[in-house]
């Protein structure tokens, strides 16, 4: 059983501090880093992927890999009351197909107050 | 490109009926992946698409539900003989062929079994 595990949260964090999301996976042979944020009610959306060992930047946010932990965090400059929602690790891990398969953790709920 | 899109959006059905959902993923994507997600969790994979073929099939999932992709376009998700354990919220995510695995998800069709 491939596993993702995250801290289900609540993390709460005042405006405009930086926000740290973690993440673990359990396949060591796992390939393609993905975050996506959910809102209260709708769908997850794309916020960054990651594919190789380092830090990958885009705007306030910062994805960090790093394979030989098997750990993958994200983290938020400048947080917003409107990133104020459950943030979603996804780790394509290997199948008995031979191809991959999304495997998504449980979420962090993140809550930004004012 | 008007994004990846689900019908219905809602779906109140009796245990023991025969439902059937709809995507239509955004074009020239080739991959597209149906998840189950229920309250707190994270998206389950139940089955994926390249194309027209059916790659990968969650071994979770029971005989009672089966997925097609005639000619690669849209997908249907059928779900025979309902149970109140289906209620849940079924998404569609699609993903174009440059390698990234990025996933685009439609709103969700909400399922009601009573």
């Known amino acids: 059983q491939k596993e993702v595990e995250q801290n289900s949260g609540p993390l709460s964090v005042p405006e405009g501090a930086i926000a740290s999301l973690n993440c673990t996976y359990s396949?060591?042979?796992?390939?393609?880093f993905f975050w996506y944020r959910q809102y209260s009610g709708k769908s997850p959306e794309l916020i960054m992927s990651?594919?190789?060992?380092g830090d990958k930047e885009d705007g306030r946010f910062t994805a960090q890999l790093n394979k030989a932990s098997q750990y993958v965090s994200l983290l938020i400059r400048d947080s917003q009351p409107s990133d104020s929602a459950t943030y979603l690790c996804?780790?394509?891990?290997?199948?008995?197909?031979?191809?991959?398969?999304?495997?998504f953790g449980r979420g962090t709920s993140l809550i930004v107050h004012p | 490109d008007t994004g990846v899109s689900q019908d219905p959006r809602h779906k109140i059905t009796k245990r023991g009926q025969n439902v059937t959902f709809r995507c239509d993923p955004i074009?020239?994507?080739?991959?597209l992946y149906w998840y189950r997600q229920t309250l707190g969790q994270g998206p389950e994979f139940l089955t994926y698409f390249q194309n027209e073929a059916q790659l990968e099939k969650s071994r979770l999932l029971s005989d009672r539900f089966s997925a097609e992709r005639p000619k690669g376009s849209f997908s249907t998700l059928e779900i025979q003989r309902t149970e109140q354990g289906d209620s849940a919220m079924y998404l569609c995510?699609?993903?174009?062929?440059?390698?990234?695995?990025?996933?685009?998800f439609g709103p969700g069709t909400r399922l009601t079994v009573t």
């Open positions: 074009s020239e994507h080739n991959r």
């Open positions: 995510a699609s993903s174009p062929p440059d390698g990234t695995y990025e996933q685009y």
């Open positions: 996804a780790v394509n891990c290997p199948a008995s197909g031979g191809s991959y398969i999304p495997t």
């Open positions: 990651i594919y190789s060992n």
């Open positions: 396949d060591r042979v796992s390939q393609s």
